[in-house]
Nanobody
Framework: QVQLVESGGGLVQAGGSLRLSCAASGRTARNYVMGWFRQAPGKEREFVAASWSSGTTSYADSVKGRFTISRSNAGSTVYLQMNSLKPEDTAVYYC??????????????????WGQGTQVTVSS
């Protein structure tokens, strides 16, 4: 069993920055693709970013150039640095550990484990 615990959410003004952290416990996550999704009220959970152990990363178009995903060397902690935040970034952000061979990191169905979520609110 894997447990993912997010932290770092909060309230920030538009244009500000926030860094989210996700700590994994249990089965090591170092060989797994890790990522972040977010879900705003009335919307479906959407892909934000993903990181492979090789260093490859993927981002949603809406956050590309503003958000950066990174991992500890062991791969058990994943971070999401969020810069130039916009009100539309307001959502609950979820850490995710994918299956070993995810078909597409864009799809929530490829995620095996989820964190509990952390609220990010961006004021205008």
């Amino acid at each position: 069993q894997v447990q993912l615990v997010e932290s770092g959410g909060g309230l920030v003004q538009a244009g500000g920055s926030l860094r989210l952290s996700c700590a994994a416990s249990g089965r090591t996550a170092r060989n797994y693709v890790m990522g972040w999704f977010r879900q705003a009220p009335g919307k479906e959970r959407e892909f934000v970013a993903a990181s492979w152990s090789s260093g490859t990363t993927s981002y949603a178009d809406s956050v590309k150039g503003r958000f950066t995903i990174s991992r500890s060397n062991a791969g058990s902690t994943v971070y999401l640095q969020m810069n130039s935040l916009k009100p539309e970034d307001t959502a609950v952000y979820y850490c995710a550990q994918y299956s070993l061979r995810p078909t597409s990191v864009l799809l929530a169905s490829t995620v095996d484990y989820w964190g509990q979520g952390t609220q990010v609110t961006v004021s205008s």
